[in-house]
């Protein structure tokens, strides 16, 4: 199962991304701030994340470029109210850019065409809980 790291510091926008994408299939976990994305990340290893500029704490921003230098081939999906951030070349790393207009279909769709670009654990040799649970139980 892909997972995917929600990072937002408005509860409601996890909340809400949380059951869309539950529904879709992925496991999602949801953090408030840089600070406790940075223990999902190491802890989750998530397949893609999304994130938004303006959090509660340090600037997302920053994180970001934390994330990309830690974890370079992890893609990152900018989810955020601001359209003109758009074109910022800080963000020239990001791998899809949704403004919180609440598309959600528009960012469904940039998770699936970024995991697409990226195998599976599976495919990989990396074993998963369902398949651990699969080989233990039948």
């Known amino acids: 199962m892909r997972k995917i790291l929600i990072v937002d510091d408005q509860p409601c926008v996890q909340q809400l991304l949380t059951a869309e994408l539950t529904l879709e299939g992925y496991y999602v976990a949801s953090s408030g ?5 940075r ?3 190491s802890s989750l290893r998530p397949d893609v994340v999304i994130l938004d500029l303006h959090l509660g704490g340090p600037d997302g921003f920053d994180f970001f470029e934390d994330i990309k230098r830690k974890y370079p081939d992890l893609p ?21 850019y949704v403004v919180k207009s609440m598309a959600l279909d528009e960012l469904k769709g940039k998770i699936a065409d970024v995991l697409s670009r990226k195998p599976a654990p599976e495919a ?6 369902s398949s651990l649970f699969r080989e233990a139980y039948g």
Not at 33 to 37: E, I, T
Not at 77 to 96: K, V
């Open 39 to 41: 223990r999902r990340l």
């Open 124 to 129: 990989l040799g990396v074993k998963t809980q």
């Open 33 to 37: 701030d840089a600070g406790s994305a």
């Open 76 to 96: 990152v999906i900018i989810l955020t109210a601001y359209d003109s951030y758009r074109d910022d070349p800080r963000l020239s790393q990001a791998d899809g």
